[in-house]
């Protein structure tokens, strides 16, 4: 009988271990007492998180092709430099603008006083002061390429007109204080003191240039003369460029900008010096500006 239980332990002794071993349980031997304590196993350290696939750089943006101005301007002298604001529109004399070229000419046509520029400059003045009534024809070129043409009339000291061929219907004229723009087809005028263009120092009754203008530029060429001047005593710093003929130093044309940069040009033509002049050539149109009524009177 004592076999049989000694074999009855070893096999109840077997089964417990096996349960043991297979549960994770511990069995330890304490004052001939057994206790079971169960030890869990720690967790495997968690992986580490796959770095971010790396992201592609951005293609690169493409260049803007440079966009060409849809009509180019007049051609100008390499150094008509110009600012910027906002004017009104074009016109022969800078009449409402606060004109402006670039006041650092570049080298070999800054204006120094030397006998050589003061002697040209002395032969402009004369010119002009030599100069009575001025008549003739004229283009105007615009910024963007307009032309228009027309005939003109210049008497010193102060007064001048320009009367534009059809299909324009505008004039502008000078009666010796103030300048008028004339639109006669939409029936409107502007006015504006002569002294708010650069154009009156050539119309004062003694041109002294050096007296009265800064002189901006002076290049001497062999078939041309270009001076740049800038009237002292106007608040607006406006500029006027004007080309003469070389050596006789007759007019060819002038190039104002406005505040915008924009530029306008006029060339001369069929040139009469020191021809009369009817007064009322010179004097505003009448009415032009006022309401108009029909003869009911509304």
Do not use: C
């Not at 803007?64 to 150094?79: G, K, M, N, R």
């Not at 606060?98 to 002697?119: H, L, N």
């Not at 027309?150 to 300048?179: M, N, T, V, W």
């Not at 006669?184 to 050539?202: A, G, I, K």
């Amino acid at each position: 009988m004592n076999g049989n239980r000694r074999l009855s332990y070893t096999i109840l002794g077997a089964t417990l271990a096996a349960a043991i071993m297979s549960s994770g349980t511990t069995l330890a031997q304490s004052g001939g007492e057994s206790t079971v304590s169960k030890t869990t196993a720690a967790p495997a350290p968690a992986a580490p998180a796959p770095a971010p696939a790396a992201q592609p750089a951005p293609p690169p943006l493409p260049t803007p092709a440079f966009q060409q101005p849809s009509t180019p301007e007049p051609p100008l002298p390499e150094h008509a430099n110009q600012v910027q604001a906002t004017a009104p529109q074009s016109n022969p004399l800078g009449a409402g603008w606060s004109t402006k070229f670039a006041t650092t000419p570049p080298e070999g046509s800054q204006f120094t006083g030397s006998p050589e520029q003061i002697a040209v400059v002395d032969k402009i003045n004369s010119y002009f002061n030599n100069m009575t009534n001025l008549e003739g024809t004229f283009l105007q070129t615009d910024a963007d390429e307009k032309r228009k043409k027309g005939r003109f009339f210049i008497e010193r000291p102060g007064k001048l007109r320009f009367d534009y061929a059809l299909p324009s219907k505008q004039k502008i004229i000078s009666d010796g204080k103030y300048l008028a723009i004339e639109d006669h087809d939409m029936n409107t005028t502007d006015r504006y003191p002569l002294e708010s263009t650069p154009f009156r120092l050539l119309l004062t009754k003694d041109v002294d240039l050096v007296r009265d203008a800064r002189i901006v530029a002076l290049d001497i060429g062999k078939d041309v003369v270009v001076i740049t001047v800038e009237d002292k005593a106007s608040d607006t710093g406006g500029q006027i460029r004007l080309f003469f003929d070389a050596p006789e130093l007759k007019l060819r044309e002038w190039i104002i900008s406005d505040p915008q940069g924009l530029n306008t040009r006029i060339q001369v033509a069929d040139l009469e010096l020191n021809k009369a002049v009817k007064p009322e050539v010179f004097k505003f149109t009448p009415g032009i500006g006022l309401p108009k009524f029909g003869p009911g009177g509304g």
